[in-house]
């Protein structure tokens, strides 16, 4: 049984006046940044901040991605009130030993910095990801539909953006002060949705940030074994992709990239850069 969610939706951007480099006054758009203390079963757990666009996805794939549920069914309901700036879930039978489990906390690397409870390797050598690949073809199709998107990011910026793609086709996309909060985002999504279900796990991640552990982690958790970044790699990134045979592919401008693990999962077709890769002598 699906869990009930409110419709919470504040407003993405905010109008301020700023003073240019002549000296003149001009409005613009910034990114709105809210506060949102999640309570579970009436026990405060953490403070997210978020733009504020899907808090209900969010709060639903910051639990899926903590590990304090395993499936969609333990949750009850999820009731966010901007008034209060609070989000309230209810589950079905409880989260065993939470106080154990979230004593841990470990300060990620996010934009607004986010908290990961637990260890941050614990469990990531059972994760067995889906044979998938992608064709280079669908890797340009990928960044060219993110460069089409409508974004707060092309009004206000400051914010980070989130995709997830079947091949090329665009599943769904959501933005955020943090790319944590995005991914989790789209994490409660792919819940509700059931997509390892119905859509099947030929699926890619694509983030704007750069792939530290903890963002190729999470990926793995949702199933996902291919990602993209518009950005670099961390070394602990890198480090953890190879262990879960996950395909890391960064600095996607144009038509450059880097395949930084699991080039396997890459299908190459180098003749779409212009030019050929040498054979080896």
């Known amino acids: 049984m699906l869990p009930y969610l409110t419709q919470a ?10 003073v ?13 940044e809210r506060a949102l203390t ?31 549920v395993a499936t969609v069914d333990e949750v009850e309901s999820i009731t966010v009130d901007w008034e209060v700036g609070a989000a309230a879930v209810k589950t079905r039978q409880g989260i065993s030993d939470i106080e154990g489990r979230t004593a841990k906390r470990v300060v990620t690397t996010g934009c607004g910095q ?20 992608l ?7 990928i960044v060219n539909a993110i460069r089409l998107q409508e974004t707060t990011y092309k009004s206000a910026g400051s914010v980070h953006g989130c995709a997830l793609f079947r091949g090329d086709e665009m599943l769904v996309f959501v933005e955020d002060v943090g790319r944590h909060n995005a991914i989790d985002t789209i994490a409660g999504w792919m819940w509700l949705q059931d997509v390892d279900a119905m859509l099947g796990h030929d699926k890619v991640f694509y983030t704007t940030g750069r792939l530290t552990s903890e963002m190729v982690i999470k990926s793995a958790q949702m199933g996902v074994p291919i990602v993209v970044s518009r950005s670099g790699i961390t070394e602990m990134g890198v480090e953890v992709a190879r262990r879960l045979n996950l395909c890391a592919i960064g600095r996607t401008t144009n038509r450059r990239f880097l395949c930084y693990t699991a080039p396997h999962r890459l299908l190459l077709q180098p003749e779409l850069t212009g030019f050929r890769l040498p054979t080896a002598a």
């Not at 026990?43 to 978020?50: A, Q, S």
């Not at 064709?135 to 199709?141: D, F, R, V």
């Open 9 to 18: 939706r504040a407003p993405l951007t905010r109008d301020i006046c700023a």
């Open 20 to 32: 240019n480099e002549f000296g003149e006054t001009c409005t613009l758009a910034i990114p709105a």
């Open 38 to 68: 999640l309570y579970v079963d009436k026990r405060e757990l953490v403070t997210l901040m978020t733009l504020g666009a899907q808090p209900e996805l969010l709060v639903l794939g910051f639990l899926r991605n903590q590990r304090l």
């Open 114 to 133: 986010g908290s990961v409870f637990g260890d941050l390797m614990a469990e990531v050598d059972q994760i067995k990801l889906p044979e998938a690949s």
């Open 135 to 141: 064709e280079q073809s669908q890797l340009y199709a």
